[in-house]
């Protein structure tokens, strides 16, 4: 097998050998007459790639045999490529013979130098085989990488798992008072029961994939399915250096989602190359768990329930408000500590609203938002609050009452 890449093929053929180094450790290489596929698969064994290329990719491909197939290190192959791809004037691969012990990586520099890598082949290679007909999957959505990167920029960082909820699409618009209209698509931020994550930070974003998405569809009941975040961001970059759309296409929790790129209008036929990207999800399915992914009345409440404890009625019409005013209406977001950090914070806040009865609208909303500010820094309990904050309260509340007194006196 011998083969060479230059020019814009070799761009995508870094992305690919760096996008399959983030999902897994060993590089399977398949070749055939018709195409070459790399595969990877991680050590979990929950997330599988390939990135397949036709024979026009190349500027040379040749095979001597039917099949040839070996297995390498990707951190080896990172380690050749890391010289920049600008520089690189062409880069050819070469096996020797089916069964040789290692693979020859040649690079020609566009200074006239020439570096030549000779990597090793695992002795006893993991090659697997996955079959998936992507026409199978009942719900599936295209969207743009840069949109989708927007979209999970409001999670966490470090957040490990996502869950997907989607909803057959209504009638309702989007500007709706009381329902989040044609917010079908629920992105949900999940978090280990099992594992202490009282600063964990849980957020849930509705979509409306009319305005977010290239296509959506799904019928029927709503179905969830709960992934790892790291092979999806690692597959949304390669997407956005091929300036391609990214195809997601799932059924229900316990089934696998399946990921690939999207060109054009066709879907691929006119492309030189394809990948898959192929993840396990959760068994249980999350619709039953924390807040439901349709009511929005719920989740305005929990809202205020969380933000501002018993307020009043006023209190809570200015929150919508201020979710409306947000910049797109396309997307409504919501964010909120851990489950015991919002019981912690209404407790202290319904103490805060006790004192501050005769207090006027103005120094009200001075308090609260206060308030806001140190529950989501310090997550105090109900025996760490301060002893001393409602006597500075009741003081404030004196010195107001006086004030007015003595004006009226006047």
């Given at each position: 097998?011998?083969l060479?890449i230059?020019?814009?093929?070799l ?9 399959l180094a983030?999902?897994g450790n060993e590089?399977?290489i398949?070749a055939?007459?018709s195409q070459l596929?790399?595969?990877?698969l ?9 990135i397949?290329?036709?024979t026009?990719?190349?500027d ?5 045999a039917?099949?040839?197939?070996c ?5 080896a192959?990172?380690s050749?490529?890391r010289?920049?791809i600008a520089?690189?004037?062409?880069l ?6 089916p069964?040789?012990?290692k693979?020859?990586?040649a690079l020609e ?19 697997q ?5 992507r ?5 599936n959505l ?5 949109d989708?990167?927007r979209l999970?920029?409001n999670?966490q ?5 996502i869950?997907?909820i ?7 618009p989007?500007?709706a ?5 044609g ?5 949900r931020s999940?978090?280990d029961?099992?594992?202490?994550n ?9 979509i409306?994939p ?7 569809t799904h019928s029927?009941?709503?179905v969830?399915?709960?992934f ?9 970059t390669f997407c956005e ?18 990921m690939a790129?999207k060109f054009g ?7 030189n190359?394809d990948?898959t990207?192929?993840l396990a999800?959760m ?21 205020d329930?969380?933000?501002h404890?018993t307020?009043?009625q006023a ?13 797109s ?8 500590l ?7 914070s209404?407790g ?13 609208a ?16 310090d997550v105090p309990?109900?025996?760490?609050v ?5 006597s500075?309260?009741?003081?404030v509340?004196k010195e107001h009452?006086?004030a ?7």
């Amino acid at each position: 097998m011998e083969l060479s890449i230059s020019g814009n093929a070799l761009k995508t053929f870094g992305r690919s050998i760096t996008c399959l180094a983030r999902v897994g450790n060993e590089l399977v290489i398949q070749a055939s007459p018709s195409q070459l596929a790399l595969h990877t698969l991680n050590s979990s064994r929950s997330a599988f790639q390939s990135i397949t290329f036709k024979t026009d990719f190349f500027d040379a491909y040749n095979i001597s045999a039917s099949q040839v197939q070996c297995s390498v290190l990707l951190k080896a192959v990172c380690s050749v490529l890391r010289t920049p791809i600008a520089s690189i004037e062409t880069l050819t691969v070469k096996l020797a013979d089916p069964d040789a012990s290692k693979v020859q990586w040649a690079l020609e520099c566009l200074n006239g130098m020439k570096k030549a890598y000779w990597i090793t082949c695992n002795v006893e290679p993991d090659i697997q085989h996955l079959s998936l007909d992507r026409r199978k999957f009942p719900s599936n959505l295209v969207v743009r990488p840069r949109d989708l990167n927007r979209l999970l920029a409001n999670f966490q960082s470090s957040l490990q798992e996502i869950t997907i909820i989607a909803t057959e699409p209504t009638s309702v618009p989007s500007d709706a008072d009381s329902e989040i209209g044609g917010k079908a698509v629920e992105l949900r931020s999940y978090i280990d029961p099992t594992k202490d994550n009282d600063s964990s930070l849980h957020t849930q974003l509705w979509i409306d994939p009319i305005e977010e998405f290239v296509q959506y569809t799904h019928s029927g009941d709503p179905v969830d399915v709960t992934f790892s975040v790291k092979e999806l961001k690692a597959f949304l970059t390669f997407c956005e250096g091929c300036e391609v759309e990214i195809h997601l296409f799932f059924d229900k929790a316990g089934e696998p989602i399946l990921m690939a790129p999207k060109f054009g209008l066709d879907d691929g036929p006119g492309s030189n190359f394809d990948a898959t990207l192929v993840l396990a999800t959760m068994l249980i399915s999350q619709l039953n768990e924390g807040n439901p992914s349709e009511p929005v009345q719920a989740a305005t409440t929990g809202h205020d329930q969380a933000m501002h404890g018993t307020g009043s009625q006023a209190q809570r019409e200015r929150s919508r408000t201020n979710v409306r005013e947000q910049p797109s209406d396309h997307t409504r977001i919501w964010s909120d500590l851990s489950a015991s950090a919002a019981k912690s914070s209404g407790g202290v806040e319904e103490r805060q609203v006790q004192g501050q009865q005769n207090l006027n609208a103005s120094e009200q909303r001075d308090i609260q938002r206060i308030s806001m500010i140190q529950i989501t820094k310090d997550v105090p309990t109900r025996e760490s609050v301060p002893p001393a904050a409602p006597s500075f309260r009741q003081q404030v509340e004196k010195e107001h009452i006086a004030a007015a007194q003595g004006s009226l006196q006047d």
